[in-house]
């Protein structure tokens, strides 16, 4: 997919680019994209019926997890399970944090394991 065909889709709290999905022939649910969170306050927690990965490419930025908080700094990778309350913001300093994601089925192996974030 070229830069030109990857059109930006309005999110909660900022903009994604969809990368990958369905219509390129992935199956069971895997799609994956860049956001930029450009939001200073949190949007609404959403959740997914599948687990969702995230790579922090550029700048700086915090997760609402449930009910904790996490620090999201370049070069950080967290994953979240199926259902579980989440929103991220950019960080003060940042006009936003720019983040790959993936969204895919699992197996009930990964399933039970739990997210992998360090508190603030």
């Excluded at 649910?29 to 969702?52: Q, R």
């Excluded at 399970?81 to 006009?95: C, L, M, T, Y």
Aim: charged share 30%.
């Amino acid at each position: 997919m070229s830069r030109a065909e990857c059109q930006p889709v309005e999110i909660k709290g900022g903009v994604s680019k969809p990368l990958l999905n369905a219509a390129d022939g992935y199956v069971a649910g895997f799609c994956s994209g860049i956001s930029f969170y450009t939001a200073a306050d949190y949007p609404e927690l959403g959740t997914h019926d599948d687990c969702e990965g995230f790579f922090v490419m550029e700048g700086e930025g915090r997760a609402k997890v449930g009910d904790e908080e996490y620090r999201l700094d370049r070069d950080v990778c967290f994953w979240m399970p199926a259902g579980v309350q989440h929103a991220i913001k950019r960080g003060p300093r940042f006009e936003f944090v720019k983040v790959c994601w993936f969204h895919a089925s699992i197996t009930e192996r990964i399933r039970r394991l739990e997210y992998r974030c360090v508190p603030i």
